[in-house]
Protein backbone atom coordinates (compact mmCIF):
# COMPACT_ATOMS: atom_id res chain seq x y z
CA UNK A 1 0.00 0.00 0.00
CA UNK A 2 1.15 3.65 -0.92
CA UNK A 3 2.27 5.66 1.98
CA UNK A 4 -0.06 8.50 2.34
CA UNK A 5 1.57 11.54 1.11
CA UNK A 6 1.32 14.48 3.96
CA UNK A 7 2.06 18.09 3.13
CA UNK A 8 2.71 20.96 5.81
CA UNK A 9 0.88 23.99 4.26
CA UNK A 10 1.65 27.21 5.28
CA UNK A 11 -0.45 30.29 4.48
CA UNK A 12 -0.57 34.48 5.33
CA UNK A 13 -4.23 34.96 5.36
CA UNK A 14 -5.88 38.63 5.89
CA UNK A 15 -9.67 39.37 7.14
CA UNK A 16 -11.02 42.96 6.71
CA UNK A 17 -13.61 44.24 9.61
CA UNK A 18 -15.91 46.88 8.06
CA UNK A 19 -18.74 49.29 8.97
CA UNK A 20 -20.69 49.60 6.20
CA UNK A 21 -24.12 51.96 6.27
CA UNK A 22 -26.62 51.71 3.33
CA UNK A 23 -26.57 54.23 1.26
CA UNK A 24 -22.32 55.19 1.46
CA UNK A 25 -20.89 52.88 -0.76
CA UNK A 26 -18.41 55.48 -1.92
CA UNK A 27 -17.42 56.30 1.47
CA UNK A 28 -17.01 52.53 2.71
CA UNK A 29 -14.92 51.97 -0.48
CA UNK A 30 -13.24 54.74 0.08
CA UNK A 31 -12.08 53.88 3.52
CA UNK A 32 -11.45 50.64 2.58
CA UNK A 33 -8.71 51.44 0.48
CA UNK A 34 -7.14 53.62 2.93
CA UNK A 35 -7.75 51.05 5.51
CA UNK A 36 -5.88 48.38 2.99
CA UNK A 37 -3.08 51.09 2.38
CA UNK A 38 -2.30 51.55 5.88
CA UNK A 39 -1.88 47.68 6.14
CA UNK A 40 0.23 47.72 3.23
CA UNK A 41 2.40 50.31 5.01
CA UNK A 42 2.39 48.02 8.42
CA UNK A 43 3.17 45.10 6.48
CA UNK A 44 6.15 46.45 4.28
CA UNK A 45 7.83 47.73 7.45
CA UNK A 46 7.85 43.94 8.37
CA UNK A 47 10.93 42.02 7.93
CA UNK A 48 8.84 39.13 6.76
CA UNK A 49 6.68 41.34 4.36
CA UNK A 50 5.50 38.60 1.76
CA UNK A 51 2.13 39.87 0.90
CA UNK A 52 -1.05 37.73 2.06
CA UNK A 53 -2.53 34.59 -0.20
CA UNK A 54 -6.24 35.36 0.69
CA UNK A 55 -8.00 38.54 1.61
CA UNK A 56 -11.66 37.94 3.07
CA UNK A 57 -14.29 40.79 3.57
CA UNK A 58 -17.24 40.66 5.13
CA UNK A 59 -21.04 39.68 4.12
CA UNK A 60 -22.08 42.56 2.12
CA UNK A 61 -19.35 44.01 2.78
CA UNK A 62 -19.72 47.54 0.90
CA UNK A 63 -22.99 48.21 0.63
CA UNK A 64 -24.32 47.47 3.91
CA UNK A 65 -26.39 44.84 5.42
CA UNK A 66 -30.39 46.33 6.99
CA UNK A 67 -32.33 46.39 3.44
CA UNK A 68 -35.77 47.06 4.09
CA UNK A 69 -37.31 45.99 0.81
CA UNK A 70 -36.47 44.46 -2.96
CA UNK A 71 -36.86 48.23 -3.73
CA UNK A 72 -34.19 49.54 -1.28
CA UNK A 73 -31.61 46.79 -2.21
CA UNK A 74 -32.59 46.92 -6.08
CA UNK A 75 -29.64 49.80 -7.22
CA UNK A 76 -27.23 48.00 -4.91
CA UNK A 77 -27.34 44.63 -6.84
CA UNK A 78 -26.01 43.73 -10.33
CA UNK A 79 -24.41 40.45 -11.99
CA UNK A 80 -21.60 39.44 -10.49
CA UNK A 81 -19.10 40.55 -13.04
CA UNK A 82 -20.56 43.81 -13.32
CA UNK A 83 -20.68 44.52 -9.31
CA UNK A 84 -18.80 47.44 -7.87
CA UNK A 85 -18.22 45.37 -5.00
CA UNK A 86 -16.84 42.46 -7.46
CA UNK A 87 -14.38 45.23 -9.28
CA UNK A 88 -13.12 46.22 -6.07
CA UNK A 89 -12.21 42.73 -4.83
CA UNK A 90 -10.22 42.86 -8.18
CA UNK A 91 -8.24 45.56 -7.67
CA UNK A 92 -7.27 44.22 -4.34
CA UNK A 93 -6.89 41.19 -5.48
CA UNK A 94 -4.48 42.76 -8.13
CA UNK A 95 -2.61 44.81 -5.45
CA UNK A 96 -1.80 42.10 -3.02
CA UNK A 97 -1.36 39.12 -5.89
CA UNK A 98 -3.66 37.24 -3.71
CA UNK A 99 -6.93 35.63 -3.51
CA UNK A 100 -9.74 38.08 -2.30
CA UNK A 101 -13.37 36.98 -1.51
CA UNK A 102 -15.83 39.58 -1.00
CA UNK A 103 -20.07 39.43 0.02
CA UNK A 104 -21.90 41.52 -2.12
CA UNK A 105 -25.73 41.66 -3.71
CA UNK A 106 -26.43 39.81 -6.83
CA UNK A 107 -28.85 39.95 -9.50
CA UNK A 108 -28.86 36.85 -11.74
CA UNK A 109 -29.65 38.77 -14.20
CA UNK A 110 -29.91 42.06 -15.92
CA UNK A 111 -33.15 42.51 -15.21
CA UNK A 112 -32.93 41.22 -11.49
CA UNK A 113 -35.85 39.15 -10.91
CA UNK A 114 -33.96 36.41 -8.72
CA UNK A 115 -31.68 38.05 -6.34
CA UNK A 116 -28.68 36.46 -3.53
CA UNK A 117 -26.68 36.72 -1.12
CA UNK A 118 -23.32 36.33 -2.82
CA UNK A 119 -19.71 36.04 -2.09
CA UNK A 120 -17.29 35.88 -4.56
CA UNK A 121 -13.66 34.72 -5.05
CA UNK A 122 -11.08 36.52 -7.32
CA UNK A 123 -7.88 35.28 -8.40
CA UNK A 124 -4.33 37.14 -7.90
CA UNK A 125 -4.69 37.87 -11.25
CA UNK A 126 -8.42 39.17 -11.23
CA UNK A 127 -10.11 36.35 -12.62
CA UNK A 128 -13.95 34.71 -10.94
CA UNK A 129 -12.80 31.48 -9.40
CA UNK A 130 -16.10 31.02 -7.61
CA UNK A 131 -19.57 32.44 -6.60
CA UNK A 132 -20.99 30.88 -3.87
CA UNK A 133 -24.66 31.70 -2.83
CA UNK A 134 -26.01 32.13 0.56
CA UNK A 135 -27.76 28.90 1.59
CA UNK A 136 -29.19 29.41 5.11
CA UNK A 137 -31.15 32.76 5.06
CA UNK A 138 -31.30 35.61 8.06
CA UNK A 139 -35.05 37.28 8.69
CA UNK A 140 -33.53 40.71 6.90
CA UNK A 141 -32.95 38.78 3.36
CA UNK A 142 -36.95 38.13 3.49
CA UNK A 143 -37.37 41.61 3.29
CA UNK A 144 -35.93 41.94 -0.25
CA UNK A 145 -37.00 38.37 -1.56
CA UNK A 146 -33.46 36.75 -1.61
CA UNK A 147 -33.18 33.32 -3.53
CA UNK A 148 -31.83 30.72 -1.17
CA UNK A 149 -29.21 28.77 -2.65
CA UNK A 150 -30.84 26.08 -5.19
CA UNK A 151 -27.09 23.97 -4.84
CA UNK A 152 -27.41 24.62 -1.25
CA UNK A 153 -23.88 23.91 0.31
CA UNK A 154 -20.31 23.96 -2.17
CA UNK A 155 -17.06 23.46 -2.06
CA UNK A 156 -14.69 24.23 -4.60
CA UNK A 157 -10.68 23.66 -5.42
CA UNK A 158 -8.46 26.92 -4.86
CA UNK A 159 -4.72 26.50 -5.67
CA UNK A 160 -1.83 28.26 -3.60
CA UNK A 161 1.78 28.27 -5.81
CA UNK A 162 4.23 27.08 -3.82
CA UNK A 163 2.51 27.20 -0.65
CA UNK A 164 3.38 23.45 0.54
CA UNK A 165 5.98 21.27 1.70
CA UNK A 166 6.37 17.34 1.64
CA UNK A 167 6.25 16.10 5.34
CA UNK A 168 9.10 14.02 5.49
CA UNK A 169 11.03 15.73 2.47
CA UNK A 170 14.56 16.69 3.54
CA UNK A 171 14.91 18.93 0.25
CA UNK A 172 12.09 21.21 1.44
CA UNK A 173 10.95 21.53 -2.20
CA UNK A 174 8.18 24.01 -2.24
CA UNK A 175 5.09 22.71 -3.99
CA UNK A 176 1.79 23.66 -5.08
CA UNK A 177 -1.38 23.13 -3.19
CA UNK A 178 -4.89 22.68 -3.69
CA UNK A 179 -7.56 23.00 -0.87
CA UNK A 180 -10.79 22.16 -0.42
CA UNK A 181 -12.54 24.88 0.05
CA UNK A 182 -16.22 26.15 1.10
CA UNK A 183 -17.76 29.25 1.66
CA UNK A 184 -20.26 29.93 4.50
CA UNK A 185 -21.99 33.42 4.89
CA UNK A 186 -23.19 34.10 8.13
CA UNK A 187 -26.88 32.36 8.80
CA UNK A 188 -25.11 29.16 7.28
CA UNK A 189 -23.45 28.49 10.16
CA UNK A 190 -27.01 28.57 12.66
CA UNK A 191 -29.54 26.27 12.09
CA UNK A 192 -31.99 26.04 9.29
CA UNK A 193 -34.39 29.06 9.31
CA UNK A 194 -33.23 28.59 13.32
CA UNK A 195 -36.15 25.81 13.30
CA UNK A 196 -33.62 22.66 12.39
CA UNK A 197 -32.35 20.75 15.48
CA UNK A 198 -29.39 23.04 16.94
CA UNK A 199 -27.54 19.45 17.02
CA UNK A 200 -27.93 19.03 13.15
CA UNK A 201 -25.04 21.10 12.89
CA UNK A 202 -25.43 21.46 9.35
CA UNK A 203 -22.42 23.82 7.87
CA UNK A 204 -19.97 22.25 9.99
CA UNK A 205 -21.07 18.52 9.21
CA UNK A 206 -20.87 19.14 5.79
CA UNK A 207 -17.44 20.22 6.12
CA UNK A 208 -16.65 17.33 8.25
CA UNK A 209 -18.17 15.11 5.54
CA UNK A 210 -16.28 16.53 2.68
CA UNK A 211 -12.67 16.89 4.11
CA UNK A 212 -12.63 20.45 3.80
CA UNK A 213 -9.59 21.74 4.45
CA UNK A 214 -10.39 25.84 4.02
CA UNK A 215 -13.25 27.30 5.24
CA UNK A 216 -14.16 31.14 4.57
CA UNK A 217 -17.26 33.00 6.03
CA UNK A 218 -17.97 36.09 5.51
CA UNK A 219 -20.64 37.59 8.20
CA UNK A 220 -22.88 40.23 9.11
CA UNK A 221 -23.48 38.98 12.71
CA UNK A 222 -24.76 40.70 15.33
CA UNK A 223 -24.09 41.41 18.81
CA UNK A 224 -25.98 39.35 21.42
CA UNK A 225 -27.62 42.95 22.49
CA UNK A 226 -29.06 44.06 19.41
CA UNK A 227 -32.51 44.42 18.43
CA UNK A 228 -33.47 41.74 16.48
CA UNK A 229 -36.62 40.55 14.63
CA UNK A 230 -37.36 38.28 18.06
CA UNK A 231 -37.54 41.43 19.64
CA UNK A 232 -39.91 43.33 17.58
CA UNK A 233 -42.19 40.23 17.26
CA UNK A 234 -42.42 40.17 21.18
CA UNK A 235 -43.06 43.46 21.01
CA UNK A 236 -46.02 43.55 19.17
CA UNK A 237 -47.37 41.16 21.84
CA UNK A 238 -46.29 43.82 24.03
CA UNK A 239 -42.77 42.57 25.80
CA UNK A 240 -41.51 46.15 25.86
CA UNK A 241 -38.23 45.03 25.78
CA UNK A 242 -37.16 47.27 22.71
CA UNK A 243 -37.32 50.89 24.72
CA UNK A 244 -34.89 48.92 27.08
CA UNK A 245 -32.78 48.00 25.19
CA UNK A 246 -32.03 50.75 22.78
CA UNK A 247 -31.17 52.69 25.55
CA UNK A 248 -28.75 50.30 26.50
CA UNK A 249 -27.19 50.06 23.34
CA UNK A 250 -26.87 53.73 23.06
CA UNK A 251 -25.43 54.42 26.92
CA UNK A 252 -22.80 52.40 25.56
CA UNK A 253 -22.12 53.95 22.85
CA UNK A 254 -22.01 57.15 24.40
CA UNK A 255 -20.24 56.42 27.65
CA UNK A 256 -17.63 55.31 24.75
CA UNK A 257 -17.89 59.16 23.11
CA UNK A 258 -19.35 57.26 19.74
CA UNK A 259 -22.26 58.27 17.55
CA UNK A 260 -24.68 54.89 16.79
CA UNK A 261 -23.03 54.45 13.37
CA UNK A 262 -19.03 55.38 14.86
CA UNK A 263 -16.56 53.40 15.07
CA UNK A 264 -15.46 53.60 12.00
CA UNK A 265 -12.16 55.49 10.42
CA UNK A 266 -10.13 54.58 13.33
CA UNK A 267 -8.69 51.02 12.38
CA UNK A 268 -7.57 48.36 14.30
CA UNK A 269 -4.38 46.45 12.40
CA UNK A 270 -2.99 43.64 13.66
CA UNK A 271 0.04 41.78 12.28
CA UNK A 272 1.41 40.59 14.96
CA UNK A 273 1.50 37.25 15.28
CA UNK A 274 2.09 36.60 19.12
CA UNK A 275 -1.26 38.37 19.70
CA UNK A 276 -3.41 35.45 20.66
CA UNK A 277 -6.77 35.36 21.42
CA UNK A 278 -7.00 34.33 25.46
CA UNK A 279 -9.43 31.36 26.06
CA UNK A 280 -12.48 31.88 27.78
CA UNK A 281 -14.89 29.60 29.14
CA UNK A 282 -18.57 30.43 28.13
CA UNK A 283 -18.93 30.25 31.59
CA UNK A 284 -16.56 32.26 32.98
CA UNK A 285 -17.20 35.19 34.84
CA UNK A 286 -14.62 37.23 32.37
CA UNK A 287 -17.00 37.32 30.05
CA UNK A 288 -18.13 40.43 28.94
CA UNK A 289 -21.75 40.30 27.63
CA UNK A 290 -21.52 43.94 27.28
CA UNK A 291 -21.11 45.94 24.03
CA UNK A 292 -18.07 47.97 25.46
CA UNK A 293 -14.34 47.39 25.06
CA UNK A 294 -14.50 47.93 21.19
CA UNK A 295 -11.29 47.20 20.38
CA UNK A 296 -11.31 43.59 22.11
CA UNK A 297 -13.30 40.67 20.76
CA UNK A 298 -16.92 39.69 21.95
CA UNK A 299 -16.36 36.48 23.44
CA UNK A 300 -19.88 35.48 23.96
CA UNK A 301 -20.12 35.03 19.87
CA UNK A 302 -16.47 33.26 19.38
CA UNK A 303 -17.25 30.62 21.80
CA UNK A 304 -20.84 30.07 20.12
CA UNK A 305 -19.16 30.29 17.25
CA UNK A 306 -17.04 27.80 18.02
CA UNK A 307 -20.28 25.73 19.46
CA UNK A 308 -21.33 25.93 15.90
CA UNK A 309 -18.35 23.93 14.66
CA UNK A 310 -18.70 21.11 17.57
CA UNK A 311 -18.32 18.69 14.42
CA UNK A 312 -14.38 19.81 14.43
CA UNK A 313 -13.85 19.52 18.37
CA UNK A 314 -12.50 17.44 19.96
CA UNK A 315 -15.45 16.00 22.88
CA UNK A 316 -15.12 12.74 25.12
CA UNK A 317 -18.61 11.59 25.03
CA UNK A 318 -18.18 10.71 21.59
CA UNK A 319 -16.23 7.41 22.87
CA UNK A 320 -18.95 6.44 25.26
CA UNK A 321 -21.39 6.94 22.03
CA UNK A 322 -18.99 4.49 20.03
CA UNK A 323 -18.20 2.35 23.09
CA UNK A 324 -22.06 1.74 24.27
CA UNK A 325 -22.96 1.74 20.72
CA UNK A 326 -25.54 4.59 21.67
CA UNK A 327 -25.76 5.83 17.90
CA UNK A 328 -26.68 2.71 15.42
CA UNK A 329 -29.96 3.81 15.09
CA UNK A 330 -29.34 7.42 14.32
CA UNK A 331 -26.76 5.87 11.73
CA UNK A 332 -28.82 4.07 10.10
CA UNK A 333 -31.36 6.86 9.57
CA UNK A 334 -28.58 9.45 8.70
CA UNK A 335 -28.79 10.99 5.03
CA UNK A 336 -25.09 12.25 5.51
CA UNK A 337 -22.10 10.75 7.11
CA UNK A 338 -21.68 12.07 10.49
CA UNK A 339 -23.93 12.79 13.66
CA UNK A 340 -22.11 15.59 15.69
CA UNK A 341 -18.66 14.94 14.48
CA UNK A 342 -19.58 11.20 15.41
CA UNK A 343 -19.45 8.67 11.97
CA UNK A 344 -20.44 4.82 11.68
CA UNK A 345 -16.97 4.29 11.24
CA UNK A 346 -14.72 6.73 13.66
CA UNK A 347 -15.78 7.86 17.17
CA UNK A 348 -14.72 11.05 15.83
CA UNK A 349 -14.28 11.59 11.57
CA UNK A 350 -12.53 14.61 11.98
CA UNK A 351 -9.73 12.76 14.16
CA UNK A 352 -6.16 13.71 12.90
CA UNK A 353 -7.17 16.27 10.14
CA UNK A 354 -6.76 19.79 9.72
CA UNK A 355 -9.15 22.56 9.18
CA UNK A 356 -8.35 26.58 8.99
CA UNK A 357 -11.49 29.07 9.48
CA UNK A 358 -11.00 32.27 8.32
CA UNK A 359 -14.02 34.06 10.33
CA UNK A 360 -14.76 37.83 8.52
CA UNK A 361 -17.75 39.76 10.20
CA UNK A 362 -18.41 43.18 9.54
CA UNK A 363 -18.83 45.97 12.65
CA UNK A 364 -20.90 48.45 13.80
CA UNK A 365 -24.26 49.90 14.05
CA UNK A 366 -27.15 50.04 11.44
CA UNK A 367 -30.36 51.85 11.78
CA UNK A 368 -29.50 52.99 15.28
CA UNK A 369 -30.91 49.59 16.75
CA UNK A 370 -28.69 46.61 14.57
CA UNK A 371 -25.47 45.98 16.25
CA UNK A 372 -22.81 43.52 14.56
CA UNK A 373 -20.71 41.84 16.79
CA UNK A 374 -16.96 42.33 14.60
CA UNK A 375 -14.33 40.22 16.46
CA UNK A 376 -13.60 38.61 13.10
CA UNK A 377 -10.63 35.71 13.77
CA UNK A 378 -8.38 33.13 12.16
CA UNK A 379 -8.89 29.46 13.56
CA UNK A 380 -7.24 25.80 13.18
CA UNK A 381 -8.78 23.07 13.73
CA UNK A 382 -6.40 20.44 14.71
CA UNK A 383 -8.09 17.23 14.77
CA UNK A 384 -5.54 16.58 18.15
CA UNK A 385 -7.03 13.12 19.97
CA UNK A 386 -4.48 13.18 22.74
CA UNK A 387 -7.35 14.12 25.03
CA UNK A 388 -8.81 10.94 24.83
CA UNK A 389 -6.73 9.21 27.64
CA UNK A 390 -9.06 11.29 30.06
CA UNK A 391 -11.69 9.11 31.59
CA UNK A 392 -14.69 8.68 29.31
CA UNK A 393 -16.88 10.98 30.63
CA UNK A 394 -20.74 11.40 29.20
CA UNK A 395 -20.99 14.96 29.87
CA UNK A 396 -18.19 17.40 28.91
CA UNK A 397 -20.46 20.35 28.35
CA UNK A 398 -18.09 22.64 29.95
CA UNK A 399 -15.46 22.96 26.71
CA UNK A 400 -17.83 23.34 23.98
CA UNK A 401 -16.28 26.67 23.17
CA UNK A 402 -12.82 29.00 22.88
CA UNK A 403 -11.48 26.69 25.49
CA UNK A 404 -11.55 23.32 23.91
CA UNK A 405 -7.69 22.41 22.59
CA UNK A 406 -8.37 20.90 19.41
CA UNK A 407 -8.90 24.18 18.19
CA UNK A 408 -6.46 27.57 18.22
CA UNK A 409 -7.01 30.75 18.13
CA UNK A 410 -4.40 32.62 16.30
CA UNK A 411 -6.64 36.22 17.27
CA UNK A 412 -9.60 38.22 16.47
CA UNK A 413 -9.94 41.99 15.73
CA UNK A 414 -12.03 43.64 18.51
CA UNK A 415 -15.84 43.95 18.40
CA UNK A 416 -16.46 47.62 17.50
CA UNK A 417 -13.67 48.53 15.30
CA UNK A 418 -12.81 48.51 11.83
CA UNK A 419 -9.15 46.71 10.86
CA UNK A 420 -7.39 43.97 9.39
CA UNK A 421 -5.95 41.18 11.23
CA UNK A 422 -3.15 38.73 9.21
CA UNK A 423 -2.18 35.79 10.40
CA UNK A 424 0.48 32.97 9.21
CA UNK A 425 -1.14 29.74 9.56
CA UNK A 426 0.60 26.38 8.94
CA UNK A 427 -1.31 22.98 8.45
CA UNK A 428 -1.20 19.35 7.43
CA UNK A 429 -3.25 17.87 4.64
CA UNK A 430 -2.72 14.61 2.84
CA UNK A 431 -2.96 13.36 -0.46
N1 LIG B 1 -27.36 33.93 12.89
C1 LIG B 1 -26.85 35.20 12.45
C2 LIG B 1 -27.05 36.25 13.54
O1 LIG B 1 -27.85 36.03 14.44
C3 LIG B 1 -27.42 35.56 11.12
C4 LIG B 1 -27.08 36.92 10.59
C5 LIG B 1 -26.84 36.92 9.11
O2 LIG B 1 -27.08 35.95 8.42
N2 LIG B 1 -26.30 38.01 8.60
O3 LIG B 1 -26.38 37.26 13.57
Redesign the pocket.
Known amino acids: MKAANKFLVDLRVALVQLNPQIGRVHETTARARSLLNQYKAALDNKKDNRPPDLIVFP?FALTG?NFTSREHILPYTSKTEQSDSFKFAQDVAKQFHCYTVIGYPESETETKETLYNSAVVVSPTGEMVFNYRKSFL?F?EDNWGCKENPRQFQNFPLTFKKRATRIGDKSDERHDITLKTSIG???D??PYKFEAPFNDFEFSSYNVDNNIELIICP????HSTSI?KQDTDMDEKGSNEIPKKLATIAQNLQNQNLPLTGSEGDFQIDLDQANITTRLSKSSPDINHEYTELSKPDMTNVNYWMLRFLPFLHLNVRYYWWQEKVLTDVFSELKRKTYMGASSTKAWEFSGKNAVLLLANRCGVEDGNTLF?GSSGIYKFNGNEDFSGEELQKDDNSRLDSTNPSVELYGNLGKGKEGIIMRDITFEVER
Open positions: EYYTICMLSMAWLTA
